[in-house]
């Protein structure tokens, strides 16, 4: 290799920034061999290199960066066996290592080029076992991610399940209940379609069986009758009479059956819905939920047995009222359920 060529590698290398040629490596040897590098002291460069490799203890980019600055310096001091050498052993470790044409003279990376040509078969080899290598990392990450998020999930999990307590609820029932008639005995078992059903059903007939009662009444009538041969305080005695008019015969017939029919039809639900009441009647329910335990206060220490519950609502118990209230004929009574 001339001196004219050599002192254009030099001046090339010299105003080249120093982080152009490779990555900064964490050995203080390696950065130390590249400002020798760029100092043109290539014989050191290259005993000091093949030595730092020799020791090991590198990883892949030191090795990488060790390599060319060997290659380089043999190659600049025309040893090219040497420089073959190692940058072969760098290709091997990145098969598609390429130089800089505008940081490195032209005839090392020519060189370099050659050597990839001689390489083509192994280099090929190489990118492949690289490729493997490479898929089978990224594998074994998303493997080890997919661990880590189970083992997160079960975690929260396990927090979530420590955080629950078992609540044990029992609802007492009154037995009485079931002799209540529009579904009292099926709102108190918890089964409201049912006793919906009752009281839609028992009311309707009981509204009719009312409104039947006050339909017939009013088609009587009221008139005085004089009794002969019977004297009162004031000469003369009658009598009122309740009666119908034989020209309301079919109504009165109509509202009759009407209001006997509604009321054994009332009285027949009801009988029903007593049945079913007690067939179903259980003295004491028993329930359990699961509830969530509200975290400790940072301000005030609890102990480890102290739970704090959310307040359940409670199932409104049926209550059933009697009510009397005059009326223009006599006394009327009236009976009110709240569920």
């Given at each position: 290799?001339?001196?004219?060529?050599?002192?254009?590698?030099?001046?090339?290398?010299?105003?080249?920034?120093?982080?152009?040629l490779?990555?900064?490596?964490?050995?203080?040897?390696v950065a130390?061999?590249?400002?020798?590098?760029e100092?043109g002291k290539?014989?050191?460069?290259l005993?000091?290199?093949?030595?730092r490799?020799?020791?090991?203890?590198?990883?892949e980019?030191?090795?990488v960066?060790?390599h060319k600055?060997?290659?380089?310096?043999?190659?600049?001091l025309?040893?090219?066996e040497?420089?073959?050498?190692h940058?072969?052993?760098?290709?091997?470790?990145?098969?598609?290592?390429?130089?800089?044409?505008?940081?490195?003279?032209?005839p090392?990376?020519?060189?370099l080029e050659s050597i990839k040509?001689?390489?083509?078969?192994?280099?090929?080899f190489?990118?492949?076992?690289r490729?493997?290598?490479?898929?089978?990392?990224?594998?074994?990450a998303?493997?080890r991610e997919?661990?880590?998020?189970?083992?997160?999930?079960?975690r929260?999990?396990?927090?979530?399940?420590?955080?629950?307590?078992n609540v044990r609820?029992?609802?007492?029932?009154n037995f009485?209940v079931n002799f209540?008639p529009?579904?009292?005995?099926?709102?108190q078992?918890?089964?409201?379609?049912l006793?919906i059903?009752?009281?839609?059903?028992e009311?309707?007939?009981?509204?009719?069986s009312?409104?039947?009662?006050?339909?017939?009444?009013s088609?009587?009538?009221?008139?005085?009758l004089?009794?002969?041969?019977?004297?009162?305080?004031d000469?003369?005695?009658?009598?009122?009479?309740?009666?119908?008019?034989?020209?309301?015969?079919?109504?009165r017939?109509t509202w009759?059956?009407?209001?006997l029919a509604?009321?054994a039809?009332?009285?027949?639900?009801?009988?029903l819905g007593v049945?079913?009441?007690?067939y179903?009647?259980e003295?004491?329910?028993?329930?359990?939920?699961v509830?969530?335990?509200?975290?400790?206060s940072?301000n005030?220490?609890?102990?480890?047995?102290?739970?704090?519950?959310?307040?359940?609502?409670?199932?409104?118990?049926?209550?059933?009222?009697?009510?009397?209230?005059?009326?223009?004929?006599?006394?009327?009574?009236?009976?009110?359920?709240?569920?």
């Amino acid at each position: 290799m001339s001196r004219r060529f050599a002192f254009i590698s030099l001046w090339l290398v010299l105003w080249t920034p120093a982080g152009s040629l490779a990555q900064e490596a964490g050995d203080p040897e390696v950065a130390a061999l590249r400002a020798s590098f760029e100092y043109g002291k290539y014989a050191e460069v290259l005993d000091r290199a093949g030595a730092r490799i020799d020791r090991g203890g590198l990883n892949e980019d030191e090795l990488v960066e060790l390599h060319k600055l060997a290659g380089l310096a043999a190659f600049n001091l025309g040893r090219t066996e040497e420089a073959s050498r190692h940058l072969r052993a760098l290709l091997r470790l990145d098969p598609d290592f390429s130089l800089d044409p505008f940081v490195v003279p032209p005839p090392a990376v020519t060189f370099l080029e050659s050597i990839k040509d001689d390489m083509t078969n192994e280099l090929e080899f190489l990118r492949q076992e690289r490729r493997l290598r490479q898929e089978r990392e990224k594998a074994e990450a998303e493997r080890r991610e997919r661990e880590r998020m189970e083992a997160e999930v079960l975690r929260r999990r396990a927090e979530e399940l420590a955080s629950q307590v078992n609540v044990r609820t029992v609802e007492k029932r009154n037995f009485l209940v079931n002799f209540v008639p529009f579904g009292a005995g099926q709102f108190q078992q918890g089964r409201n379609s049912l006793g919906i059903v009752f009281a839609a059903t028992e009311g309707v007939l009981a509204v009719t069986s009312i409104i039947s009662y006050f339909a017939y009444e009013s088609l009587f009538e009221e008139r005085p009758l004089e009794l002969d041969n019977v004297l009162d305080e004031d000469g003369k005695a009658s009598i009122t009479i309740r009666y119908i008019p034989t020209n309301r015969e079919r109504q009165r017939d109509t509202w009759q059956l009407l209001k006997l029919a509604s009321a054994a039809g009332f009285y027949t639900i009801y009988a029903l819905g007593v049945v079913d009441a007690l067939y179903h009647h259980e003295d004491q329910v028993v329930r359990t939920s699961v509830e969530t335990r509200d975290p400790p206060s940072s301000n005030a220490p609890r102990s480890e047995s102290s739970v704090s519950r959310p307040p359940r609502a409670t199932a409104p118990r049926p209550t059933a009222r009697l009510g009397l209230y005059p009326t223009s004929g006599g006394l009327g009574a009236g009976l009110t359920l709240s569920f």
